[in-house]
């Protein structure tokens, strides 16, 4: 007899084991040596590195088409819904390629969460997992 136990525990609000750096970390611009080992230039485009970027992206300070966002960008977009799971997918994705940082998920699996949320349209879920993940201990602090 197998019985399966159901968690009302959300993955996005309790720690997961692992280590990750927070947006406001990522986006400091004392923090640039972090930067460093990821591989990762401020100035890449989220496109490149995360596959999509939404059409519906509010971003009226910087004028910039959404196809053209770079990540340093992205993680000060300002406002919630779509621009929030930006964010913290690219601050999910730095924390994915840091040798520094032990993150539980791959870039992979970052872009997957990350494209499900956009396209699945349920950003909110996408959003609270991927900041769960983000907001775990940084070792770089």
């Not at 059409?55 to 959404?66: G, H, K, R, T």
């Not at 994915?96 to 791959?106: E, G, N, Y």
């Not at 997957?112 to 996408?126: Q, Y």
Request: charged share 25%; hydrophobic share 35%; aromatic share 4%.
């Amino acid at each position: 007899l197998c019985r399966m136990m159901e968690t009302t525990e959300d993955p996005g609000e309790s720690e997961q084991g692992g280590e990750g750096c927070n947006v406001s970390f990522w986006e400091k611009p004392g923090n640039s040596d972090a930067w460093t080992g990821t591989g990762v230039l401020p100035d890449a485009r989220l496109l490149d590195l995360l596959g999509a970027t939404p059409a519906e992206l509010a971003n009226p300070e910087q004028m910039i088409s959404p196809s053209e966002l770079s990540i340093e960008q992205a993680l000060r977009l300002k406002g919630g819904k779509v621009n929030r799971l930006v964010r913290e997918a690219a601050a999910a994705y730095l924390n994915a390629v840091s040798p520094d940082v032990s993150f539980d998920l791959t870039a992979a699996e970052v872009e997957s969460i990350f494209r499900g949320g956009l396209n699945g349209g349920d950003e909110k879920s996408a959003t609270k997992t991927l900041a769960g993940f983000n907001h775990q201990v940084c070792p770089l602090d």
